[in-house]
């Protein structure tokens, strides 16, 4: 018998990451926007993104932004600031801290190589992993392509 709760859960998480994309490039796009799309109170809608994924609602559309830049950067068709203002950033410098801060290197280093290492122990592989929010992503053509589990060698790039 399958958990009808994980259905409703997943719909709701993949429902949330379809608006928080529909609004990207929003700069006042916020936890309140995503609450009143979903239908659900503010507190409500962090508290099922803590329960799902162990994540805050203002971190879930953080990452969300950022899975979309690195597709962006990896396009190489913007500047680094073009992409921080597509994804809903006011601030090219902010967007960058935040950037390094969830991938572990600078958005510069994506436009040039497309890759990066140790990618599976960073804060936003763990969200990425979620099969909802991968299933959400998908949908817009932001994935990735992992390659073996040896954390130390692991290359990891984005298929766009």
Do not use: W
């Amino acid at each position: 018998m399958e958990d009808t709760s994980t259905k409703i859960d997943e719909r709701f998480v993949q429902e949330a990451a379809k608006v928080v994309l529909k609004n990207l490039g929003e700069f006042n796009f916020s936890v309140s926007q995503l609450s009143e799309n979903l239908h659900y109170s503010r507190e409500h809608t962090h508290r099922k993104l803590k329960h799902d994924l162990n994540v805050s609602a203002g971190k879930f559309i953080r990452y969300i932004r950022l899975l979309q830049a690195y597709k962006y950067l990896s396009e190489k068709k913007y500047i680094i600031s073009e992409v921080a203002y597509l994804v809903g950033f006011n601030s090219p410098a902010y967007f960058s801290k935040c950037f390094k801060d969830s991938f572990g290197m600078v958005p510069g280093k994506i436009k040039r190589n497309m890759s990066f290492y140790n990618f599976n122990q960073t804060n936003i592989y763990d969200f990425y992993k979620n099969d909802c929010i991968k299933a959400a992503l998908k949908t817009n053509k932001i994935f990735f392509h992992l390659g073996s589990s040896n954390h130390q060698t692991t290359s990891s790039s984005l298929i766009v």
